[in-house]
């Protein structure tokens, strides 16, 4: 299992991205999983359904099992967040996982930037950050750029910079800025 992450500001396409890039790493006879991370609550099923109910009675996990997908979902209560690293093993094997967010977490990362957003760029602060992907040329980039569009070469770029689970990190030290 290879891991590697996508990092921007909210607005910058990151989800368009993934969605766009997963069917060529498939095409290409990859396994991809992906690991999204949330600054909000989210629900996985809706409300008055039977699971949601199980959980709203007080179950700390419930399991949704059918012929054609299962998934389980916790409840943390007042636990904290786990850490990506608990989430990463907990998948089935694949052969490349795509992390959207955890900007803050030392794994190497593609970022997403468009200007309209009107943030700065994170890579010159981000040293995990191996490649912009954006939608104007960055000629004071530090890193190679890709335009948005070109799904074919931000996947050779996920699959050739992707690093094996044991040696991705926790999290690293810098200036971080606000995530989003």
Sequence with gaps: MRII??????????????????????????????????HHEFDTDQPGKDSWLHRKAGASEVAIVSSRRWAIVHELGEEP?????????????????????????AHPKLEVYRAVVGKPLLHPDDDCIVAVATDAPLPRAQVPVLMLDDFAGIADVLEAEALPLDRIGNTYSTTPRSET
């Design 5 to 38: 992450g996508l990092a921007g500001w909210s607005g910058s396409g990151k989800t368009t991205l993934v969605t766009s890039v997963i069917p060529v790493l498939v095409k290409r006879g990859l396994k991809v999983a992906t690991v999204k991370h949330a």
């Design 81 to 105: 967040e786990p850490p990506l690293a608990d989430i990463l093993a907990k998948l089935s094997a694949v052969d490349l996982v795509i992390v959207e967010g955890f900007k803050r977490h």
